[in-house]
């Protein structure tokens, strides 16, 4: 499985999970083996889309990259809905990466709830 995770900088798994998906400047790609509790491989890619029409074309970049799981620390309900119908689990963290991805191998991630910023509107975020 590949998780995708919002990054603030270039730190990957050293750095921390972005707090708003639609601001991210950069996605960790990371290769995950859930049974053998194992990231086998990472990359780092810029977020092209960075609010460039709202969450709703970032959730668009980073389906390029074939994700199956996406960790971020906001999120609006515009764009977890596009990833519930692209199939992709969205889970919430605020921190470290390292231990945003070791929690989810932990299956210890909660889910998101929609950004305060946006309220109930349901706008991308």
Known sequence: MRVGVVLEDEN?????????????????????DKDKKKITSTRIVPNTAVHGGGGCVAVDEILKYKITHVIAGG??????AKFAQ????????????????????????????????????????
């Open 12 to 32: 990957g798994v050293h750095g921390n999970v972005c707090a708003h998906f639609g601001q991210c400047r950069f996605f960790l790609l990371a290769d995950v």
């Open 75 to 80: 999120m609006g309900m515009g764009a977890q």
């Open 86 to 125: 692209a199939g992709v689990q969205v889970f919430g963290y605020s921190g470290n990466v390292q231990k945003a991805l070791d929690d989810f191998m932990n299956n210890a991630l909660g889910g998101l709830d929609a950004c305060k910023d946006h309220g109930e509107s349901g706008s991308c975020h």
